[in-house]
Structures are given as structure tokens and as C-alpha cells.
């Protein structure tokens, strides 16, 4: 069983940056792709970025591409989000999730095995 915990999220003005942490425990960190997801009141949750174990391919949702980086460090266990130019549409709970799957599709949510328990970020224009 694989826990995974977000830190990081705050109010920030637009134009801001935040950086997001997910810490992941009881699993091989390593082993995993990994992904944020984010939802806002009333919307859909939707795929904001994803690193890809196998290759360590990057992918970006394209409202967030040019602003927001993916990154992991697997020594300590943890996976980043770099969030700059933080615009109020940008204003959601952001997840973070992990699989162990090859060869699939990181930007379905239905691909991910754990999820943790969100942060929230809002931002004020």
C-alpha cells in the first residue's frame, strides 16, 4: 500500500509561483509514473502534468504548459510541482497519483493506482 501526501498549497496572488510536494511512502518510489490532477468547485477533475517511469518523459495539460514543471526526486521519495505565472483560473485541489503501470496512458485519472489527499491552491487576482 502506497501513501502518498501533498504539501505546498497556499494563497498566492496571480502571477505568483507555488511549488507543490507529494511524499509517497510504502511502496518503491522509483517504480512509479506519477501525475497531478487537479479540481476546482464545481468542475471535473482534469490532468495537469504526468512523468513517466519508463522514459522520464515529461506531459503537460497545454493550459498549463510553459508555467507549470514536473519534477522528482527519488531519493528522498517525493515528486514536485513548479507552478509560476499562477493565474485564478489556476485555483483547484491538486492531487497527486502514482501506478505502476507501463506503457500507459498518464493523462486518464483511471490509470492511477493511489492518490493522496490534496492541497488546496487559490489564487486571487
Known amino acids: 500500500q502506497v501513501q502518498l501526501v501533498e504539501s505546498g498549497g497556499g494563497l498566492v496572488q496571480a502571477g505568483g509561483s507555488l511549488r507543490l510536494s507529494c511524499v509517497a511512502s510504502?511502496?518503491?518510489?522509483?517504480?512509479?509514473?506519477m501525475g497531478w490532477f487537479r479540481q476546482a468547485p464545481g468542475k471535473e477533475r482534469e490532468f495537469v502534468a504526468a512523468?513517466?517511469?519508463?522514459?522520464?518523459?515529461?506531459y503537460y495539460a497545454d493550459s498549463v504548459k510553459g508555467r507549470f514543471t514536473i519534477s522528482r526526486d527519488n531519493a528522498k521519495n517525493t515528486m514536485y510541482l513548479q507552478m509560476n505565472n499562477l493565474k485564478p483560473e489556476d485555483t483547484a485541489v491538486y492531487y497527486c497519483?502514482?501506478?505502476?503501470?507501463?506503457?500507459?496512458?498518464?493523462?486518464?485519472?483511471?490509470?492511477?493506482?493511489?492518490w493522496g489527499q490534496g492541497t488546496q491552491v487559490t489564487v486571487s487576482s
Open positions: 512523468i513517466r517511469r519508463e522514459s522520464g518523459s515529461s
Open positions: 497519483a502514482v501506478t505502476a503501470r507501463l506503457f500507459v496512458a498518464l493523462t486518464e485519472g483511471s490509470t492511477y493506482d493511489y
Open positions: 510504502g511502496g518503491t518510489f522509483s517504480g512509479y509514473s
